[in-house]
C-alpha cells in the first residue's frame, strides 16, 4: 500500500486520498466525523502522516491479524485472538504474528493433515 499509488487512485484530491486509504487498509469507508478529522490531519501532518496513523491503528492491525487467520489457519479469526494478534502486531511487528500462529499448535495440526 503506498501512499502515492492511493493519490493516483484518488484523482489527487485529498477527500479521495482519505476514502481510498480507509477503504484499502480499513476494509471500509470513515465515517463523516473521521474524513473531517483525517482532512484536517492532512492539512497538518502531511499525507505520510496519516498513511501510518491508518496503517498503525487498531482497526487495521485487526483486518491484518484476521488476514492471517485465513492464510494460516483457513479460518475465521476467534474475537480474543484477533485482538490478542493485533497487539503483538502493533507492538513486535508482521514477523512475530506469522511466525507467532505458524508456530502454534493449532497451525501444526493442521499442517500434518495437509502435508502427510
Given at each position: 500500500w503506498s501512499c502515492g499509488g492511493v493519490v493516483r487512485l484518488a484523482g489527487g484530491r485529498?477527500?479521495?486520498?482519505?476514502?481510498?486509504?480507509?477503504?484499502?487498509?480499513?476494509?471500509?469507508a470513515a465515517g463523516p466525523n473521521g474524513v473531517v478529522w483525517w482532512l484536517?490531519?492532512?492539512?497538518?501532518?502531511?499525507?505520510?502522516?496519516?498513511?501510518?496513523?491508518?496503517?498503525?491503528?487498531?482497526?487495521?492491525?485487526?483486518?491484518?491479524?484476521?488476514?492471517?487467520?485465513?492464510?494460516?489457519?483457513?479460518?475465521a479469526p476467534d474475537p480474543a485472538g484477533q485482538v490478542n494478534w493485533a497487539?503483538?502486531?502493533l507492538t513486535q511487528g508482521e514477523g512475530a504474528v506469522r511466525t507467532g500462529i505458524a508456530g502454534s499448535q493449532e497451525y501444526h495440526d493442521r499442517a500434518i493433515v495437509r502435508y502427510p
Open positions: 485529498r477527500g479521495g486520498f482519505v476514502a481510498c486509504g480507509c477503504g484499502a487498509v480499513l476494509g471500509r484536517a490531519s492532512v492539512n497538518l501532518h502531511g499525507r505520510v502522516w496519516v498513511v501510518a496513523r491508518i496503517w498503525f491503528s487498531m482497526g487495521a492491525a485487526m483486518r491484518r491479524a484476521g488476514n492471517y487467520y485465513q492464510v494460516f489457519l483457513q479460518r497487539r503483538v502486531l
